[in-house]
């Protein structure tokens, strides 16, 4: 009977420190979603969206970011969709800061060293709108920043020909299907082979070797 009883009483120990733990991960979900919604947002189109992730993931302040769809008129679109050129939308990334460890700045810097801003007609080996560069503003206070920086490259002698890169207001972001996401730590393989072979990697390399 001693036996039966202790039995009951662990697994009801374990089951309050169950619940208790689904409480505790519900808690700290809304806390972790709750923060996220207080960060600072950014908007940039580089051409492909795999290829700017992990630039920006790596940065100190820098809390998420996600692969979508922006800029067009296609509520909702697929892949397919914005892949064919008509939905006006471009391949972009929205990011989540925290402007207390990093500055709108010195994402814009870091924006400029992974395209090629000069080239009017997509990225590299991609061609057409949906690959076009831009930059969506959330406030005025990003359009001006922007609009600042974009003056500076254009001055610094880097490129010969005129910084094509928009800056636009930013619109409704779709995110890209969960396949994109990441897509670069999920197939690393492919993904270098793309990012070599599309001409970015020696582009930048020779670009920006100096710095």
Not at 79 to 84: F, G, L, N, Q
């Amino acid at each position: 009977m001693h036996d039966v009883m202790r039995r009951i009483a662990v697994g009801l120990a374990v089951a309050g420190v169950v619940l208790s733990g689904l409480v505790n991960a519900e808690e700290m979900m809304e806390h972790v979603s709750t923060n996220i919604e207080k960060l600072q947002k950014a908007t940039f189109a580089g051409g492909c969206f795999w290829c700017m992730e992990g630039p920006f993931e790596q940065v100190e302040g820098v809390i998420a970011v996600t692969s979508g769809y922006t800029g067009g008129t296609k509520p909702n679109p697929t892949y397919e969709e914005v892949s064919s050129g008509t939905t006006g939308h471009a391949e972009a990334i929205e990011i989540r800061y925290d402007s207390s460890k990093i500055s709108y700045e010195r994402l814009l810097e870091v924006f400029w060293r992974n395209i090629d801003p000069t080239q009017p007609d997509g990225q590299f080996a991609d061609h057409g709108s949906q690959y076009r560069t831009a930059i969506f503003s959330h406030n005025e206070e990003q359009r001006q920043l922007a609009e600042a920086s974009k003056e500076r490259l254009a001055a610094s002698g880097k490129f010969t020909n005129p910084i094509a890169t928009e800056i636009v207001p930013a619109s409704t972001f779709y995110p890209a299907e969960d396949y994109h996401q990441d897509y670069y730590k999920k197939h690393p393989l492919r993904y270098k082979l793309y990012h070599e072979g599309s001409g970015r990697a020696g582009f930048l390399r020779k670009v920006w070797r100096k710095d």
